[in-house]
């Protein structure tokens, strides 16, 4: 496992693929012609194509197959709503600055880097006692806060990289893009450090447009932006990415899953909170069915969502053994959380995050609702009316009016529209012998039982309104296509020099290539009507005339990670009619009749027919000398 | 014609539909919560798969078909790039302040309001004269600048709307929205006011992918950001919104297209500039063929995109008649442009400019090339290698030295990398008798024939380099999605209270819609075994099992625009396991069997079948009475 080779030889993987896909335009570092920026990467013609596909493949794959509300919204966001998801004030890293350079850097990153290197460091001769005092640091990064973090740093004396000068403090330095709205210069924006805020400030309607009924999920797939403090690790953080966010809205008190027997056989590998803090440290596959049973996962419809993410990731060509699901630790998690879990994927970077699937309970809508005084709130209806104990609270008017004459109104209003969290925390005083405190239009009241009057009263209540608990499952989609990349990736047996991407049919960013085998026009218009054919099937294909051996050009489509080859020889034109069909992985060949071949490359891109049984079905054609040309 | 209509009928028309498409979360004022920001639009479920259908069409129209270079860029975009594109400097539009309030308002917007509320006003009593001023006013008014429109504000007297202060006179606003990159706030960027730049600044490796050949075009789909200054108009002023753009680069000596003849007969409505100032000022249909050969157009390319564009726009269901290219005048081009036409729809905003077709010829790739210092150029190879005369100027190191000593550095590199251009003035002031001055190293030298000999030579080229044209049809998505609203809205003759959006069905935010006739189990169960099938089929789709009359449900979907109604009833399962299929537009309907349905509707869909077709094909349904339940 590449987990534990020496980092060399991960680096050295690593800079030969990016030189593949920097080379071969699937990314390119924006704005490359003046100099570029840190963090900002461009697809080109092929990484756009699989993005495409990706995107595509995901919308069907949860939008379509789930009938799913999709939406889009702007990215450019006033102020007011990431104030209120708390964004405004907590969506920090600590930056220590270099006190000579001024150049920043995030603190975890140098605390992370020169706690490895040390515990890498012969020379160091740690005790065990201060081996594992390190790894302990390691392992709470994510925990710590401001003042741990500068804590930790001053222990183990940590400079800036490269200048080696001094650092400061760490402080929190907010990530999001800020912006100005209008031409009056008196309304901040920010670009969208998530698309999930969107779906949250438009749950009223979609809630309406779903019939009132839960549950229901909506879903929007589009740019975030993040200012990162140092971008580093080349696709895999980055200022501008696309995220496709769903945010699954549930009764609180029934999170099961209409659809969960369809994944409860799944067994991917779970990386529980158990797992983690044992001794082994080790992920272990199980099936999400005993999961749920076993109260590991905490319920049905996030589960179900584990399977069906799942599903997709590997569909698109991540490796299943390199594919975990991490639960999220008890302080790692917000306090609102009820559960999450991260699908990391391994790769030469380490396992990296590029699923996060959390139950955030009502967190967001109790958030935007307490901000825009708005309900954001779903109404069931029982099915049988029930009888519950319900607290009424009665204010006394004139007694208000009495006590604070005018200024009671704010009073009269607020003690009107008490909920029953409140209501039980003025009875309890009450019941103390003690006045309660209640704030209304901007000041304290005194209230005391001779104001309000409370009883414990039965109802009979044929429904109620609740805010809706929302699962959501946040995916970036652009680091999954690095990470899938990376498990594509490899270079034939036969040369180190022959790179191949083994992207799945669906995923590649052509499905077909057609080939004259030699330089001749009817040759060309052969190729061309096939070129024709394919595209008419909707499978982007290309046709190269060039004089280049056919061995060179069947290398040029393996980088490219195009699965089928079409060649059309002497023998189309004065023989049988038939053409090569070439598979890229296997490199075998078999000859079809060229007006049957765009026909079985669709089927084999649908995953109608298997390459297997087009070798069964059509005669092979021998090509010992292909990859030798 | 709407276009004739007097306003307060376009106004009508235009709240009745804006009632539905936001009643049905087509779009949504975006954080309608936090009581909205104007010039911010959602797209709810409809209009995101209406969105999402649009887009995929014209990737499919042009990237697809043409075999364009996709690329995707980040919005953030450093300052350099903008600066050098002239967007720093000039993308501004001029505002003027109420002076009382400090209001913001664009001041061709108030001279435009004012001077069409003066030629409306029957009190005015113009004189012809007076009349005929105002109508040219109005009809330059693109080509004001700040003078020119404060001294016509002035002569009209335009007061602020609404509040009827006096306004400043206008200063120019520049309408990016501004931020900083990475934490240290020395780097300036905006959010790009257009796709284009991140194509041009990737020319370089674009060509080399294209194996160094033209001409060959780029294309890109996404977000660009105008901080208007008080966005009005709906869906059609926005402040973010997605463009499609091409960039199609040419050799500037040879703009004929090899599949002009493909859309050489097509006739749309020209309104050349001819048209635009002669008496009448009415467009005429043309063919392109004709346009072309007439030097109506300036060239095949040209041509050739807008003939491609035609194709597109009433594919999707702009109507053709409410349709024309408009060029623009002369002094409304840039001094670069060669030609330029914007396709206009009519709408009851007017006619609105959605797609703009300009041939820019080298300005882009000459001033990102000034600006980043590298060359952005391609190669053309001559059949035959020419002789031609070329200036050949040799600086004089030894003299250079003499004169300058170490700071003739910079001098002797510059002469090296003398232009012909550059060569050509220099030797013209040497024939002159007269010194020439060369900057160099930020400083001006005094160059002499001493210090350079300059001599025109025959030299055998075998090629040239050059910069290439580009011919860049620039389409907004968000203007042609509502346009095409406006064309497919219609009530039912019937009644005035049913809306329908007879939307293509490849636009069409849903195909088909299932119905059971009333609430049973088994018609419920027949009806998700026809949904499945279409979903299969890849057609998106909705099951409705409320109690609701069918012909409530039909009006239903209707209003979403949904082509095909299929029914469920009795007959299904006692009978012969027919199910009703209806025709939206027609409200006609058909007999069909379950097992069939998907199948024809898949058919309906992609057009292999009509409407006209399946009535002769099967027996139809009687149903007088659907529109009346």
Not at 81 to 109: E, I, N, P, Q, Y
Not at 206 to 223: H, S, V
Not at 544 to 560: H, M, S
Request: net charge negative.
């Amino acid at each position: 496992k590449d987990a534990k080779a020496p980092p060399s030889a991960k680096e050295l993987f690593r800079a030969a693929m990016t030189n593949v896909l920097e080379r071969r335009l699937f990314f390119i570092p924006s704005f490359k012609i003046y100099g570029s920026v840190a963090g900002f990467y461009d697809f080109g013609p092929p990484g756009c194509a699989i993005k495409q596909n990706v995107t595509q493949l995901w919308r069907q794959h949860f939008i379509l197959q789930e009938s799913m509300l999709e939406v889009e919204c702007p990215a450019v966001t006033p102020e007011a709503v990431l104030k209120a998801s708390g964004h405004v004030d907590r969506f920090t890293d600590f930056m220590v600055t270099d006190v000579k350079t001024g150049d920043c850097h995030r603190a975890d990153h140098l605390l992370k880097a020169a706690l490895e290197a040390l515990l890498e460091d012969p020379k160091a001769a740690l005790t065990p006692e201060k081996k594992r005092e390190a790894e302990d640091v390691l392992a709470r990064l994510d925990e710590l806060d401001g003042a741990g973090l500068g804590a930790a740093l001053t222990q183990y004396g940590v400079k800036a990289p490269e200048t080696k000068n001094d650092i400061s403090a760490p402080f929190p330095f907010n990530l999001m893009f800020r912006t100005s709205i209008g031409p009056k210069g008196d309304l901040t924006g920010y670009l969208r450090p998530e698309t999930a805020q969107g779906i949250f400030v438009n749950f009223k309607d979609l809630l309406y447009y779903n019939g009132g009924k839960l549950p229901f999920a909506a879903a929007q797939i589009g740019q975030s932006y993040r200012n990162e403090i140092s971008p580093r690790a080349g696709l895999l953080r980055v200022r501008e990415f696309t995220q496709a966010e769903i945010e699954h809205f549930v009764n609180p008190d029934d999170k099961d899953h209409p659809k969960f027997e369809s994944v409860e056989r799944l067994a991917p590998l779970l990386f529980s909170r158990v797992l983690q803090t044992n001794e082994a440290k080790q992920p272990e596959a199980m099936s999400l069915g005993d999961a749920v049973s076993k109260k590991i996962i905490a319920n049905q419809t996030l589960a179900y969502f584990i399977g069906r993410t799942y599903l997709f990731l590997v569909g698109i060509g991540i490796a299943p053994e390199r594919l975990r699901f991490r639960q999220h630790l008890p302080n790692e998690m917000a306090h609102y959380a009820e559960d999450c879990w991260d699908a990391e994927v391994e790769c030469s970077y380490g396992w990296v995050e590029c699923v996060g699937l959390a139950d955030r309970s009502a967190y967001d809508l109790r958030a935007h609702s307490a901000a825009s005084k708005q309900p954001l709130e779903a109404y069931e209806k029982f099915a049988e009316p029930r009888f519950e104990k319900v607290l009424v609270a009665k204010p006394n008017k004139a007694a208000i009016g009495k006590a604070f004459k005018k200024e009671g109104k704010p009073l009269q209003e607020a003690l009107d529209a008490l909920t029953q969290e409140d209501a039980a925390c003025i009875k309890k005083s009450f019941d103390e012998g003690k006045a309660s405190t209640v704030s209304a239009g901007g000041r304290d009241f005194e209230v005391t039982p001779e104001l309000l009057d409370i009883k414990l009263e039965e109802q009979k209540l044929s429904g109620r309104k609740f805010t809706p608990s929302v699962i959501e499952p946040s995916f970036g989609i652009g680091r999954i296509i690095y990470c899938m990349f990376e498990h594509a990736y490899y270079t034939r047996e036969s040369s180190e020099d022959k790179t191949v991407f083994r992207f799945k049919p669906a995923v590649a960013p052509l499905k077909a290539a057609v080939f004259p085998l030699v330089q001749q026009p009817e040759l060309n218009s052969h190729a061309r009507a096939i070129s024709t054919a394919l595209t008419r099937a909707g499978l982007a294909n290309t046709v190269d005339t060039t004089g280049t051996t056919i061995g060179k050009r069947y290398a040029r489509t393996d980088e490219l990670g195009v699965p089928y080859d079409i060649t059309v020889d002497r023998a189309t034109i004065d023989g049988d009619g038939s053409v090569t069909l070439r598979e890229r992985d296997t490199t075998s060949q078999v000859r079809i009749h060229e007006e049957k071949v765009a026909g079985v490359v669709q089927q084999l891109v649908s995953g109608e027919l298997s390459w297997q049984q087009v070798l069964d079905t059509y005669p092979a054609q021998q090509a010992a000398a292909e990859d030798d040309s």
